[in-house]
């Protein structure tokens, strides 16, 4: 089935403790993005990559670092996270980066709670 | 200005009506356009897209766009419960790569 998946789905974590988010899909897909969505903000990009050890900054990059080492893996880290990074987090992907008529395929989210 | 402007909402309709949700975009150049439905705590689903001026049906959803008045609307025809999440309108800048800026999103609820 082809689909993007994520890990772990719930994350209850404290301030400044470490955190990696992993990000798979099955779909050879060379465009992977990731979003954050808030009440009231709406789905915001956090970062993007366009290929294989090629990543840029999103709209809301601070406090956040991303890899793309693989085609299908592109994890979401928090060095050292804070309470507003509360947030729930969406991996998505797309088949071309540089086609603009692609669909982003979405993986289920991450619900992260930062104490 | 917001980029991708929607109406949060609720908007309420009865099963069977016709549900009309609207959105506005700002970048004037903008080629493509995707509604997005979301279920509360699930990710956003892809039910429409489209790029060229007038509208697509696809079903009970109807998806129409007037790039003049840079404006795109999802048309539900005989609305059901099951149609009953929140709507979002998202618009790939003309960036020359993927680059969906979305709507805060439009809450429908359809009522038996």
């Known amino acids: 089935e082809a689909q993007v998946t994520q890990n772990p789905r719930y994350l209850i974590t404290v301030t400044g403790k470490k955190l990696t988010v992993t990000c798979s899909q099955n779909m050879n897909h060379e465009y992977m993005s990731w979003y954050r969505q808030d009440p009231g903000l709406g789905l915001r990009q956090i970062y993007y990559s366009m290929n294989v050890e090629v990543t840029d900054k999103g709209d809301v990059p601070e406090g956040y670092k991303v890899s793309r080492k693989e085609k299908r893996n592109f994890p979401l880290i928090l060095e050292s996270p804070s309470p507003n990074q509360t947030s729930l987090y969406f991996c998505a992907s797309s088949l071309s980066a540089g086609a603009s008529y692609n669909e982003q395929f979405f993986g289920p989210g991450t619900r992260l709670t930062v104490l | 200005q917001k980029e991708v402007e929607q109406n949060s909402g609720p908007l309420s309709v009865p099963e069977g009506a016709i549900a009309s949700l609207n959105c506005t975009y700002s970048d004037r150049v903008s080629q493509s356009f995707f509604w997005y439905r979301q279920y509360s705590g699930k990710s956003p689903e892809l039910i429409m897209s489209?790029?060229?001026?007038g509208d697509k049906e696809d079903g009970r959803f109807t998806a129409q766009l007037n790039k003049a008045s840079q404006y795109v609307s999802l048309l539900i025809r005989d609305s059901q419960p099951s149609d009953s999440a929140t709507y979002l309108c998202?618009?790939?800048?003309?960036?020359?790569?993927?680059?969906?800026?979305f709507g805060t999103g439009t809450r429908l609820l359809v009522s038996p």
């Open positions: 489209i790029y060229s001026n």
């Open positions: 998202a618009v790939n800048m003309n960036t020359g790569f993927q680059k969906l800026v």
